[in-house]
């Protein structure tokens, strides 16, 4: 996958992951956006070393794992910016 597929593959994973753990943090679009992004390499190289999908390629289980690990990054979000 080309970088600008990357991107789309992201947002629509962080759009997912926040309508799943939505939170009272002020979370704009773009930072969502980058949550999903890095979210999406995140699951998406973990998940391919699971054997759940390859990052190089658009399949419901990369999805799945891009999804889950934008989850994982909203999570750490909430605890780190949490005073």
Known sequence: ???LSWILFGLLAGVVAKI???GDERMGWIR???VGVVG???GGYLGSFFGMG???SWSW???LT???GALVLLVIN???TRS
Request: net charge positive; proline share 12%.
């Open 1 to 3: 996958m080309g970088i």
């Open 40 to 42: 999406s390499f995140v």
């Open 61 to 63: 289980p990369g999805f």
């Open 54 to 56: 390859a990052p190089a």
């Open 66 to 68: 891009a999804v889950c």
């Open 32 to 34: 969502t956006i980058l």
């Open 78 to 80: 909430r605890l780190v």
């Open 20 to 22: 799943i753990l939505p």
